[in-house]
């Protein structure tokens, strides 16, 4: 393997995150300037730097194995967690070594999580870097790099490949490029159409920006220490809920709808899968809500149950209410919906809605099976036959992923959080979510864990964002024939 070719691709990106971070420095400059303005720029300088010497060193290659384009796309996510901490390490504040590292790597994985206690006192600047990062994150960091780069024949190919869900590729037709486009004029699209209607519903520019940025990489980063429960307006919360159910949604399936095709969302058995459950879950919490007295009004539990629900499996994470304070029966259907998530193909993290039906097709074919052992039962999904190989990886996938949230909460325990904080925070953190409940709820954060269970839910969340295997390959490359 060419580790010169793969520092290359790896320099190209950190180019990209340089821009971001110039971006940055531009609106601290036009806010004051702000404190964070020589720290945003001191790091765009150290990132152009750092990212030029592949470039200037190692000759342009136009093709790549399978070995080098896992490493690059790894190697591209764990190189941009670094990176983004420049910032928030030059600042200083909060931000030590350890909570910069997981400020970082839940922005881009789009977790959401953070280790902030005042989140307002941060200045314009960095806020704005926080979601540029999560943004970046939301559709893919070397996605976005894919958009910009010269031809690169079949490496392209390779590269999306790799940073795509492997239950997203199915639903897309197109050729790589095209792919990368139809994925980046949706979630502009997206993320525009929630800027100016965040604006209009009272919003100020920089809030409805950066809101719309976080709605869209359904990430759940707020500039609001109260998050989405600091504007108390149900006008704003419908509008978050309707741009973060569009989020979830396979960005394939959004494309073909808005312009006219027949495989739509309408006639998607996933997509309909995906929004039956989110208003069934959504009626069971508020049902739960309005019987135990939590709430005095159907509508009014309807309201915050439907937005808690939707934030949670759209793996968003912004909170209008503390969900402590709820039910247990309201507490388990939220656990439930972050683990399973919205559609893959989305923003969304999670084992996915595709998996979950693929799951219970499987058990009831073998149900079926078990009634009639000569019978030849296969599975479909949206009337596609799934071959063996496709089952048996997605069931491979929820056992290890079922198996990875039993760790992560063994290991918080150990370390000392009882066990609703340590089995929730498991949870969100390998579905990106984001908030769970106990100490790391809806309106706490994850500033009281202790450092080693910091750095252990950033690599759950890098594991969850990179679906497990991508991250876990990349440690057994001399396997590989």
Known sequence: MRFNVVLRYIGMVMLFFA?????????????????????????????ILLGSFPLIFV??????????????????????CIVSMFPYLMWGGEFSL??????????LTTTGATILQDIEALPRGLNFWRMSSTWIGGIGVVMFALLILPSMGRSKKMLSNVELSSMAKDDYHYRTQRIVQILLVVYCGLTLTALLLLKMAGMNWFDALTHAMSAAAT?????????????????????LIGVMTVAGIHFGLIYATVSGRSNNVLRSEVARSYLLFLVGGSLLIALSLWMGGIYGDFFVSFRYALFQFVSLVTSSGFATADTNAWTSF???ILIFGSIVCACAGSTSGGVKMN????????????????????????????????????????????????????LGTLFNTLFGTDLETGFSAAVACIGNVGPG???????????GLP??????????MLLGRLEIFGLIQLFFIKWWR
Not at 26 to 45: E, F, H, K, R, T
């Open 98 to 107: 350890i909570n910069a590292w997981f400020e970082s790597v839940s922005g």
């Open 59 to 80: 000759d342009r290659q136009e093709q790549i194995n399978s070995k080098e384009g896992y490493c690059i796309v790894v190697g591209s996510w764990l190189v941009a």
């Open 219 to 239: 990430s759940g980063f707020s500039t609001k220490n109260l998050s989405v429960a600091y504007f108390n307006s149900p006008l704003i919360e419908t509008i």
């Open 355 to 406: 998996r979950l039906l693929l799951a219970v097709k499987t058990l009831r074919a073998r149900l079926k099976l078990q009634q009639h052992p000569n019978a030849i039962i296969r599975v479909r999904v949206d009337g596609v036959l799934q071959e063996d190989e496709v089952v048996h990886t997605a069931m491979i996938f929820i056992v290890i992923y079922v198996l990875l949230i039993l």
């Open 437 to 447: 409940f106990g100490a790391v709820g809806s309106m706490d954060n994850y500033a």
């Open 19 to 47: 821009a971001f971070m110039l971006v940055s420095a531009g609106i601290a400059w036009v806010s004051g300037p702000d404190s964070s303005y020589y720290p945003l720029l001191l790091s765009a300088l150290l990132t």
């Open 451 to 460: 450092a080693v269970l910091k750095f252990s839910s950033t690599v759950l």
């Open 330 to 332: 309201a507490i388990v």
